[in-house]
């Protein structure tokens, strides 16, 4: 039966349009990215684009419902918003002389016939996603920015859902991507992919978009939840995009592998209640075995490309020390602590020699890990790092100086913004005998 069936009892008939409402939003958050990018290379401009996108599921919006859902919803729409973009351009909006030949091109190209176009997409879609993915991600835009409009123009998350990710207000979200898309235009920035000595910066401010939202998904800076899984989904979606696009970028390759091997856990990270559960304490045949064999994957492939000591690569490469341990007693701390120690050379930063001391503490014994972070005392990268007196009370706690962890961790938990990570701080300030 199809979709304008009229044989249809009046109950189908009166379900269908509400869920031919539901299947054209699916359709579009999937293929919103490749339409947005796509029409940015026509008009060279993504505020533009998204309208033209938005434009045309509108239309798919009041057709779909009596024309039912087309065999490919993807080509309908980007020839509809192609279609828009013809009008754009007779409308004088852009009237240069580029845009000129442009509108030309796309309405010789609208003499085409469905299957050409089709074709004509297939062959540069790899192309625009990534230059729609560098341009969202282009430095010249703040961190908080280039978060919101990619998730909005790559993730395909609507405003609201970027603020509830984020618990921002949604008119504070709305005005970053509206004031991002201006910056870019005003600036002229090119829809390309940057070449030669470009590439490594823009490449590396990509990939930090991408980890900042893994980061956020994963462990959440504030608010009553520990985790945010759909961010950790967004955030995976846009690595694999990013390295099928670019196979051979070890740095891409290192993100995803990290990536994998951390959401891996989401199961075992927080119980019934929803309240964390600490790495050690794991349950951990609730890891995802697959993730962690596609991460393990990505990793083998950073290292044979040579991307052994990046950023990325060296993060996984900690991070698959204790995906390999089936009991956390197997797991290999001196490699960790070795592999800190390349990291800190890499990137030298306190949160790194942080890290460093919980390996060396788990190693070596907890005196030479409260040796490095006594030695962070007063570095003012941590001020307000809640972390520091929470790695500092477990080993004072291993040393038998509970008084002392338990006023540590009742500073941690005045510090952080997580109402999940402050309860469990306390009941572990809680649960430590006097001494």
Request: glycine residues 8%.
């Amino acid at each position: 039966m199809s979709a304008t069936d009229d044989s249809a009892p009046p109950a189908a008939r009166a379900a269908a349009p509400a869920a031919i409402s539901e299947a054209i939003s699916a359709v579009f958050r999937i293929e919103s990215p490749r339409l947005i990018a796509g029409l940015a290379r026509i008009v060279r401009d993504v505020g533009v684009a998204e309208e033209l996108a938005q434009d045309a599921l509108v239309t798919a919006l009041e057709r779909w419902p009596s024309t039912g859902i087309p065999d490919n919803p993807g080509a309908w729409l980007m020839a509809t918003a192609k279609n828009r973009a013809i009008d754009h351009q007779r409308r004088g909006k852009r009237v240069d002389r580029k845009h000129q030949e442009i509108g030309r091109a796309i309405d010789a190209e609208q003499a085409r016939t469905t299957a050409a176009i089709d074709e004509a997409l297939d062959d540069d879609i790899g192309d625009d996603l990534l230059r729609l993915m560098f341009t969202a991600c282009h430095p010249i835009l703040s961190s908080e920015a280039r978060v919101a409009l990619t998730l909005r123009l790559l993730g395909g998350l609507t405003t609201e859902e970027i603020a509830r990710a984020f618990l921002v207000p949604e008119p504070t979200v709305a005005q970053r991507i509206v004031r991002a898309k201006r910056t870019l235009a005003d600036a002229a920035v090119p829809f390309e992919v940057p070449r030669g000595d470009e590439l490594g910066p823009r490449l590396g401010s990509v990939l930090e978009v991408i980890y900042l939202v893994f980061n956020e998904g994963y462990a959440a800076t504030k608010g009553d939840d520990w985790m945010r899984p759909a961010l950790c989904e967004d955030a995976l979606r846009l690595g694999r995009t990013l390295t099928a696009l670019v196979p051979d970028e070890p740095e891409a390759l290192g993100l995803l592998a990290l990536m994998e091997i951390q959401a891996s856990r989401a199961a075992a990270r927080v119980d019934r209640d929803g309240q964390p559960i600490l790495l050690l304490d794991q349950d951990r045949g609730l890891w995802d075995q697959l993730l962690i064999n596609r991460g393990l994957e990505a990793l083998a492939r950073a290292e044979a490309l040579g991307g052994g000591q990046g950023l990325y690569v060296l993060q996984a490469a900690i991070a698959a020390c204790h995906a390999r341990a089936v009991k956390p007693e197997q797991t290999d701390w001196a490699r960790i602590a070795g592999l800190y120690a390349e990291l800190a050379a890499r990137v030298p930063s306190p949160i790194v020699e942080l890290n460093r001391a919980v390996a060396v503490g788990m190693a070596y014994g907890p005196a030479a890990g409260l040796a490095i972070v006594d030695g962070l005392a007063g570095e003012p990268a941590l001020e307000g790092y809640h972390l520091l007196p929470s790695v500092r009370a477990d080993f004072l706690a291993k040393l038998g100086r509970s008084d002392e962890a338990r006023v540590e961790l009742e500073k941690a938990a005045s510090m952080t913004r997580n109402a999940r990570e402050q309860k469990l701080l306390l009941e572990r300030a809680a649960s430590l005998p006097p001494g």
